[in-house]
Structures are given as C-alpha cells and as structure tokens.
C-alpha cells in the first residue's frame, strides 16, 4: 500500500476511501491480535523450557553477554 495523501483526487470517492480505511483497520486489528499471540506463547515457551523470550528467538549471546558484562565476568564490555 502506497502512502497516498487524503486530499488526492484519486480518493475523491468517498466509498473508495472507506474501503480503504476499512481494509486498514482489518490489517491493524490482525497485526494487535498476532503479536498479543506471540507474547503469549513465547512466556508459555519460557515457562515451561526456562529459556527467555531472547534465547528462543536466537538473541540469547547478546543477553548473556550483557549480563556477564554488567557482573564483571568479562574483561571488556561491549
């Protein structure tokens, strides 16, 4: 979808402009509903494995490297 301004002429019809909008609430409505899905499932997923949301997406290096930066475990931070 195109970023079209809503003083265009092309979106002079008032039926297409409230297709449009509708097409976007359904989109938005979806999107909600998905990531409310996956933050459900990614805390089940840790709850029941014990590895965080970071860890299950393959981001657990970087957490576990800011921990042990942040404890002195390492000789640098990055």
């Known amino acids: 979808m195109t970023n079209t301004p809503s ?3 092309a979106l002079n019809n008032s039926t297409e402009q409230l297709t449009l909008v509708t097409q976007l609430k359904r989109a938005e409505l979806f999107n909600g509903r998905a990531a ?5 499932i990614g805390i ?4 029941l ?4 949301i ?13 921990a042990a930066c942040r404890t002195q475990f390492l000789p640098f931070c990055f």
């Open 44 to 47: 089940v997923v840790e709850g």
């Open 49 to 52: 494995t014990g590895f965080g």
């Open 7 to 9: 003083n265009d002429p």
């Open 54 to 66: 970071a860890h299950q997406i393959g981001l657990g290096a970087l957490v576990d490297g800011y």
């Open 36 to 40: 409310m899905l996956g933050i459900v």
